[in-house]
């Protein structure tokens, strides 16, 4: 059902220190950069390893532009940190029911606009031991899982 880690969302208050912290410790560059007003968010992607073109993983930097966002509520609760994990998958309608059909909450009932052009739906992290957990499928093509990975 799953491909690989499409990204690990990080709650932040100030993306552009988060950014430059992420670039001068570890040498990570900003891959794509945008504002997600649905889901209350300025964002930008660091690449860690694929291409743009598709079967990437990326950190996911998140700050709040809205006092009543899910990651403004987050950071009120828990400050900085890992805010989600998120899995690529070439079909999150399908893969969003067959995670329903498991008894886990899915809080998007229609697959929501994500990073870079993605469908996103998340899974409620009281199902999931805690981990806020998204399910992505991507713009670009999700390269087939490699036998035995
Ligand atoms: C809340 N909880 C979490 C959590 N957020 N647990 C783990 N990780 C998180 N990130 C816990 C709370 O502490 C609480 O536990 C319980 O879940 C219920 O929380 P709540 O009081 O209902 O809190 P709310 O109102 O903040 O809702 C939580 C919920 C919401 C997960 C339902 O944040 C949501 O719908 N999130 C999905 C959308 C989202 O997060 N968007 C931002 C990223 P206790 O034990 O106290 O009951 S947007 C994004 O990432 C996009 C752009 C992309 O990837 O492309």
Do not use: W
């Not at 403004?72 to 067959?98: I, K, M, W, Y």
């Amino acid at each position: 059902m799953f491909t690989r880690i499409d990204h690990v969302g990080i709650a932040c208050r100030d993306l552009d220190a988060a950014v430059a912290f992420y670039r001068s410790t570890y040498g990570f560059e900003v891959a794509h950069e945008e504002v997600n007003e649905e889901q209350g968010v300025r964002e930008a992607m660091l690449r860690v390893n694929g291409t743009d073109d598709g079967g990437a993983s990326y950190l996911q930097l998140l700050e709040p532009i809205r006092d009543d966002s899910p990651v403004a509520r987050f950071l009120e609760r828990n400050g900085e940190g890992v805010h989600h994990v998120a899995f690529g998958t070439g079909d999150v309608a399908g893969a969003s029911a067959a995670v329903a059909g498991r008894g886990v909450r899915v809080l998007d009932a229609e697959p929501r606009p994500g990073s870079m052009g993605s469908r996103i739906a998340f899974l409620h992290p009281k199902d999931c031991g805690g981990v806020l957990t998204e399910l992505v499928q991507a713009a670009g093509p999700e390269p087939d899982r490699e036998p035995g990975s």
